[in-house]
């Protein structure tokens, strides 16, 4: 299958910025649901060695939507690297793309052979962050230049991630 059309997210975030409550409420449930199947979507196709890179570059963009829907598109658009890890971390509380996963997923993104060599255990980690990151993101957290994330809940186990939040606090 193909990533959600970009024209359907906007359709969506048009529905979220309207000014009648019951359409915003109505346009985070699609938006939660097109999330979630998305990423259940591309869980699947890393499954298939030749779909894997494929898969991680779309999980990756989705993460990257997520955050230039939720937050302010001039401060997140252009991050990369380093600081696009530590916006990440300081936005959802337990999130740590600093400690090594966030280098893991943009390495596979930059060079698709190094998802070849990645052992299951990485590859699920760096979807666990992925995952992690897009349930718990709160807006209401502030990114802090330079320092370290505040301690959160530690990332939950695959099991207990299965679905999004009822009320995402976005």
Known sequence: GQPIPQHTVDMVLGMIRTSRPNAKVDAKGILDDLI???LARQ???LQNAKLRSPALLSLAELLKRTAVTAFPREDVA???GPKWFEFLDDTARGSRFRDALGTLLENAIYD??????LDPQKLHSVVEAIRHWIKFHDTRLEPQAGGAPDDGPPMPALSA???????DPC
Request: avoid cysteine; charge should be negative.
């Open 43 to 45: 869980e699947v196709a």
């Open 78 to 80: 252009t991050l990369t």
């Open 36 to 38: 979630r199947t998305e």
């Open 161 to 167: 991630v299965g679905q999004l939040p009822e009320k």
């Open 112 to 117: 698709p052979r190094t998802v070849d060599t």
